[in-house]
Nanobody, 115 residues
């Protein structure tokens, strides 16, 4: 069982930045594929960014150039640096981990972009 705890969300003005963190349990973190999804009110959950065990990253087109996903295997943590935020980035951001064909989810952290 993998437990995920997100932090770093909040209220930010358009153009602002945040760093989301997700701490994972387990001794095999370096073997997890990690990622971030988000869900806006009334919308389906969508993949925002993903990072493989080897460190390869991919992003949804709407965040390319503004969001950066990274991982620190020594700290069992994945990060999402979100910059130049727009109101449409508002939503609950969920961390996920994929390991041995099982997906694990965190509880989510709210990001609200508003002036």
């Amino acid at each position: 069982q993998v437990q995920l705890v997100e932090s770093g969300g909040g209220l930010v003005q358009p153009g602002g930045s945040l760093r989301l963190s997700c701490a994972a349990s387990g001794s095999s973190f370096s073997m997890y594929t990690m990622g971030w999804y988000r869900q806006a009110p009334g919308n389906q959950r969508e993949l925002v960014a993903r990072i493989s065990r080897a460190g390869r990253t991919n992003y949804v087109d709407s965040v390319k150039g503004r969001f950066t996903i990274s991982r620190d295997n020594a700290k069992n943590t994945v990060y999402l640096q979100v910059s130049n935020l727009k109101p449409e980035d508002t939503g609950v951001y969920y961390c996920y981990a994929a390991f041995l064909q099982v997906d694990y989810w965190g509880q989510g952290t709210q990001v609200t972009v508003s002036s």
